[in-house]
């Protein structure tokens, strides 16, 4: 790809996301969304390789009828209303339509099945793209429209995310497909608190985004694809090895690690709003998220002895000028590690 191609398509994906997150109008919003999909979905098929040509196709038909359904909610609430200002949703009938169509912007169950075969077909960059900076847009939908949202549908796709995310994510060994069932198991712990406390939901948020960025930057730096891959990541750099495990396991809550405290918090909150049943419903399904991210960082630390691989060693490469910002990210979650003794206390 060339340099101006690539410079239109990042401005196109920056404008997109600040025209929807700073739009009070329905269509403007909508346009800021449409232009975010044209402009991620040449870089899903940069490869020109089937599968992400397929991917391709499949995330632009998705986003499309996406935004064809927030557009025809917005439509009919303006009809009945005679307004488009997005946080004037009156009617239950375009509340539920709008309920469902951020759902499936964001990927969440049972409007899921898109993400795992999309970040497949991706590259490892811009499958960290499309798990990160693609959800601003529809969070801030979501952030702007909460009051009006239908409750016991977010309530619903949150529980069933959570433990489809944590279930599907067991059998798989390709990485991109752990971190798309990971995204799909934290927007569910996200939409849970949404509709009870929207300082939870940009805290999460917040962190989901850095430990997940600095995931993917390990592995994109490590060019680890699959899980066998990442069992000789510590021959080539045991400092990004290590940095790779401590992300894993913050990304599954393990604490005292950072990724353990939204996940506290929103325990906390759903048992003082006497939601003890989805309380632990949410509680056993970070398990299942638990159990592949230990596997998966095990099999990171399996040649933490220079005896205990059975494959060939990597050669260890030089920090380039285009993985020099990479390698700059990788270390932020571990910034944050910090955070959670001087919050309790």
């Not at 949150?158 to 995204?183: E, F």
């Amino acid at each position: 790809m060339s340099p101006t191609i690539y410079l239109i398509i990042i401005s196109s994906l920056t404008t997109g996301t600040i025209i929807t997150m700073t739009s009070h109008h329905w269509l403007l919003a909508w346009i800021g969304l449409e232009v975010n999909t044209l402009a991620i979905v040449p870089t899903i098929s940069t490869k020109h390789h089937p599968r992400s040509t397929e991917a391709a196709m499949k995330y632009f038909l998705t986003q499309a009828a996406a935004s064809a359904m927030i557009l025809f909610s917005s439509t009919t609430n303006a009809w009945a209303t005679g307004t488009w200002d997005i946080t004037q949703m009156a009617t239950p009938m375009s509340n539920t339509i709008l309920t469902v169509a951020l759902a499936m912007k964001l990927g969440l169950v049972p409007l899921h099945f898109w993400l795992p075969e999309v970040l497949q077909g991706s590259t490892l960059l811009t499958a960290m793209v499309v798990t990160t900076w693609q959800k601003l847009a529809p969070m801030t939908l979501i952030y702007m429209t909460i009051n009006n949202l239908s409750p016991m549908i977010l309530f619903s796709m949150a529980l069933l995310s959570s433990m489809v995310g944590g279930w599907s994510g067991m059998n798989q060994t390709q990485t991109r497909k752990i971190m798309a069932y990971s995204s799909i198991a934290h927007l569910g712990w996200m939409m849970v608190i949404a509709s009870i406390a929207t300082n939870i939901l940009t805290m999460t948020l917040l962190i989901y985004l850095m430990m997940t960025t600095t995931m993917f930057s390990s592995l994109i730096l490590s060019k680890s694809k699959t899980i066998q891959d990442t069992m000789t990541a510590w021959t080539t750099s045991p400092t990004l090895t290590i940095t790779m495990m401590m992300t894993l396991l913050s990304l599954g809550g393990l604490p005292p690690l950072t990724g353990f405290l939204p996940k506290w918090l929103i325990l906390e909150e759903l048992t003082t709003q006497n939601l003890t049943p989805m309380t632990t419903i949410m509680a056993l399904s970070s398990l299942l998220s638990l159990f592949f991210y230990l596997r998966l960082s095990y099999s990171t630390t399996l040649t933490l002895s220079p005896n205990t691989t059975q494959t060939k060693h990597k050669w260890r490469f030089k920090t380039t000028k285009a993985t020099l910002p990479l390698s700059l990210i990788t270390p932020i979650s571990l910034f944050l590690m910090p955070i959670m003794p001087t919050i309790t206390t």
